[in-house]
């Protein structure tokens, strides 16, 4: 994809997205951080049901490691993977606490010392909660700067990496939010909504015609 392709692809992105966020719900950063690690292989829809719940109850390192693993458990046990899930924030509250005063760090270094924290969520939070322009690449992001030409690699560590030398600057900040967005809602899986994608003419994807002709009923 060319320079002027991309900036006309996140300009239209951008305009098609104008409240570019994540739609994990939380209102500190140390919730962020929560409902980040409690994310994984789960859904958003799925945290936040839990979450609603959690929250009220205890929403500081101090209210969720007075809670244990146990009483964690309950309230999350409808999210894939719970029992890891309920160690590890127990865990990162309890390690917050004893190295940070209790405040989520705002360094990389710090925030993937932490159980259950790896370079995506780290990018997540540095985002989110701190804005900086990181690019957290999930299989949303992956697929499409892949699908598209936008920023092709075999892993999720080449394609960030591609991501932050290719974006334009001024989208930079919330590419991150852009591409997530734009794969969960038009550029799905398995049957891309071409017809409709508002970065078809930038788009590499070879088989975009297709898609976009079945969405038609032209085939």
């Known amino acids: 994809m060319s320079p002027a392709k991309r900036e006309e692809f996140f300009r239209r992105l951008a305009a098609a997205i104008p409240d570019p966020k994540s739609e994990l719900e939380h209102a500190t950063p140390f919730?962020?951080?929560?409902?980040v690690v409690l994310?994984?292989?789960?859904?958003?829809?799925?945290?936040?049901?839990?979450?609603r719940v959690l929250f009220p109850v205890a929403n500081t390192p101090a209210a969720i490691a007075a809670l244990g693993v146990v009483g964690l458990e309950k309230y999350i046990r409808t999210i894939?993977?719970?029992?890891?899930k309920a160690r590890n924030v127990v865990e990162l509250s309890r390690l917050l606490l004893e190295r940070?005063?209790?405040?989520?760090?705002?360094?990389?270094?710090?925030?993937e010392a932490l159980p259950g924290v790896g370079r995506k969520t780290a990018n997540v939070v540095l985002n989110v909660a701190f804005g900086e322009s990181t690019?957290?690449?999930?299989?949303?992001?992956?697929?499409?700067?892949?699908?598209?030409?936008?920023?092709?690699?075999?892993?999720?560590?080449e394609v960030e990496a591609k991501l932050m030398k290719v974006v334009p600057k001024a989208y930079l900040r919330h590419a991150h939010h852009y591409l997530i967005l734009h794969g969960r809602y038009t550029c799905v899986a398995k049957?891309?909504?071409?017809?409709?994608?508002?970065?078809?003419?930038?788009c590499g994807f070879p088989d975009r015609k297709r898609f976009a002709a079945a969405a038609r009923g032209d085939v």
């Open 31 to 35: 919730e962020l951080l929560v409902a």
């Open 39 to 51: 994310s994984a292989q789960a859904t958003d829809k799925g945290v936040n049901l839990a979450t």
């Open 80 to 84: 894939g993977l719970y029992r890891g």
């Open 100 to 111: 940070h005063g209790g405040q989520v760090p705002r360094d990389r270094e710090a925030l």
């Open 135 to 157: 690019i957290a690449v999930d299989t949303h992001v992956f697929r499409v700067s892949n699908r598209t030409g936008l920023a092709p690699g075999k892993d999720p560590l």
């Open 191 to 202: 049957k891309p909504l071409c017809g409709t994608c508002p970065v078809y003419a930038q």
